[in-house]
């Protein structure tokens, strides 16, 4: 069965500095693999998506995110965080013949001044 | 207006009452899910539909039905509420198809008394 790790429960950064979050899965073939965002009082809203080619890929808000095979990771990154990015971040993983995600517990992100 | 409708937003009832939450979409897809969201635990899946007449039990379904009326409405009830099931509650739409990201509604905060 698949699985998603987020290792961390709660980071706290400041602003402008960099940010890196963890998420590792456990699936036989490859999965495809997705970042999410919740804001308070709001459902999960897409950040990027991995499924297949350049392993870096791009997302909305300046976050990517990077596909390592051998690492089993997938782990989201932004050069330079702002206030507004204070949120929950969920890591989820699908795989191909099996059209359901596993979510991650998430990680809450705090953001000081 | 969202293209992932959830109502109600909040809601707090009685144990032993039965609950229908609902869920309307504008987006077009074929496929709906039901997710209840606990501190810690992340989204677990209560049940998916791939369309009308396709309905299927996630890894939590015990205590819930789900009933997909139209392509664009699928509502989840508690026949018996209990407080266990005090819960953030998310409805999900994705199209047909491999490698397709979830879109995810408001939320309704369920609290069973």
């Known amino acids: 069965a698949q699985s998603v790790t987020q290792p961390d429960i709660h980071i706290t950064v400041s602003e402008g500095a960099s940010l890196e979050l963890r998420c590792n899965y456990s699936y036989g073939a490859t999965p495809y693999l997705f970042w999410y965002v919740q804001s308070p009082g709001q459902g999960l809203q897409l950040l990027l998506k991995y499924f297949s080619g350049d392993t870096l890929v791009q997302g909305i808000k300046g976050f990517e995110a990077e596909f390592k095979r051998s690492q089993s990771s997938f782990n989201l990154r932004k050069p330079s965080v702002h206030w507004s990015d204070a949120a929950e971040y969920f890591c989820?993983?699908?795989?191909?013949?099996?059209?359901?995600?596993?979510f991650g517990t998430g990680t809450r992100l705090t953001i000081i001044p | 207006d969202a293209d992932v409708t959830q109502t109600p937003r909040n809601r707090i009832t009685k144990t032993g009452k039965r609950i229908m939450l609902e869920c309307s979409q504008t987006?077009?897809?074929?496929?709906m899910y039901w997710y209840r969201q606990d501190p810690g635990l992340g989204l677990r899946l209560i049940y998916y539909s791939f369309d009308v007449k396709d309905i299927n039990k996630g890894e939590i379904s015990d205590g819930y039905s789900v009933s997909r009326q139209a392509q664009a409405k699928f509502s989840l009830s508690l026949e018996s509420a209990i407080p266990n099931q005090t819960a953030l509650y998310f409805c999900?739409?994705?199209?047909?198809?491999?490698?397709?990201?979830?879109?995810f509604g408001d939320g309704t905060r369920l609290s069973i008394l």
């Open positions: 987006k077009g897809h074929d496929r």
């Open positions: 999900a739409t994705s199209p047909a198809g491999k490698y397709q990201p979830q879109h």
């Open positions: 989820a993983v699908g795989s191909f013949g099996n059209e359901k995600l596993t």
